[in-house]
């Protein structure tokens, strides 16, 4: 079966109609700070672990998705260095010892270049997968995910990553309201509070899919297995017409 050709992915709240071709993977903030020992998240007094779970399902679609040619994007929550683009608000929210932009384990604390604000080497982009820096928990807020998406012809999103209820919960409401069509893959998104993480889902699929639709990636990799046709979609740009 070719990429172009569409496909049904078990999903809630019905099977979710895949084109391969003009669906990406959008991995959100799978961040050293979030997921590791001694990042801003467990600083935060947070359960690594929880989010630690999503990293293997993450490694085997990712895997399968590029071994399929599909498109791949990638975002990291993060601020400039020299805090432009931080809201003070933000900066002082939750009232810890420690915020953004201050010196921790892996350097400044969510600050773009620093190797706590990176992708975890697990998985970590290949040239030619678009990474998304955003200085917010939504990827189109403030950034140009939006016009990559037009550029490259994305018209769908499988996306993955944390945290449920926050980053990616966001945007998918951010995606949906710009027309685009979502599944979010259980196993492939995690929260550091476990009941975050069930609600988190249940929004998105509630009232026959509000925002998009919930799956299992059992399900993304048997649609997968169908594609026989190997496209080279990351390389080679779009070309625009004036
Ligand atoms: C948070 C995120 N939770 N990536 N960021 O602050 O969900």
Known sequence: MKSNTTLTIDAEPYPFEFVPAT???LIIDMQRDFLEPGGFGELLGN???QLRRAIEPNQKLLAAW???GLQVLHTREGHRPDLH???PAKKVRGRTQKTIGDHGPMGRILIRGEIGHDIIPELYPLPGEAVIDKPGKGAFYST???AIMQNRGIKQLVITGVTTEVCVNTTVREANDRGYDCLVPEDCVASYVPEFHDV???IIKAQGGIFG????SIHVHAALKKI???????TKPRRIKP
């Not at 639709?213 to 299992?216: I, L, T």
Request: proline share 3%; glycine share 4%.
């Open 23 to 25: 669906c990406a993977l």
């Open 47 to 49: 359960d690594i672990s």
């Open 66 to 68: 590029r071994e399929k």
């Open 85 to 87: 683009c931080l809201p």
């Open 144 to 146: 140009d995910l939006h």
């Open 200 to 202: 988190g889902l249940k």
């Open 213 to 216: 639709w919930v799956s299992h």
């Open 228 to 234: 026989h046709q190997r496209k080279k979609t990351q």
